[in-house]
């Protein structure tokens, strides 16, 4: 039996998801770019999680997909790359599922038959983790998991995962 895959977007890295559980990880370097100015160990991301480019045809596939569906306006590139990504892998070996809390992502998954699991699944494989973030300048707390500079003094916050 293989492990189960995931390709996860922004918000799955954001949970935490790519440092617990034992599941095979994708992603498109466009996700990466995005939560790369996070200091959330980034060579744990290089071991645990396989940066991939989507097919030209699946992004096509997408793009059209959610024009029908009038979901088009509210995704990104990196939001069509994961969806594509999706699409090249969920008829591999063992499937895929895709990450993702996104509406408009989550909608289109389903139309094109790309499995999903959200990033909170109950039950499932993983459990949440807590967000320690803080300020070295100031020393406040945080826990938007979304924050990057402090907004007290600009100073970039530091995070530190603990599973509960
Ligand atoms: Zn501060």
Redesign the pocket.
């Known amino acids: 039996m293989s492990e189960p895959a995931y390709v996860l977007d922004s918000t799955a890295f954001y949970a935490g998801i790519p440092y617990q559980g034992s599941g095979r990880y994708f992603t498109t370097y466009l996700v990466l770019e995005e939560v790369r100015h996070h200091s959330v160990g980034s060579s744990l991301i290089h071991s645990r999680v396989q940066v991939t480019e989507p097919t030209p045809g699946s992004v096509d596939r997408v793009k059209g997909t959610a024009a029908k569906t009038g979901d088009i306006g509210a995704l990104s590139l990196t939001d069509i790359s994961i969806l594509a990504l999706g699409l090249d892998l969920k008829n591999g070996e063992g499937g895929v599922s895709l990450v993702s809390d996104d509406f408009a992502v989550r909608n289109v998954a389903e139309v094109l038959s790309i499995p999903l699991a959200s990033t909170t699944m109950k039950g499932g494989e993983w459990k949440n983790i807590t967000w320690k973030i803080y ?1 070295r ?2 020393g ?1 707390t945080y826990t938007n998991p979304k924050l990057t500079t ?1 907004p ?2 600009g ?1 970039q916050l530091v995070r530190k995962a603990s599973s509960s």
Do not use: D, F
Request: hydrophobic share 10%; aromatic share 0%; proline share 0%.
């Open positions: 300020c300048g100031c406040k402090c007290v003094c100073t």
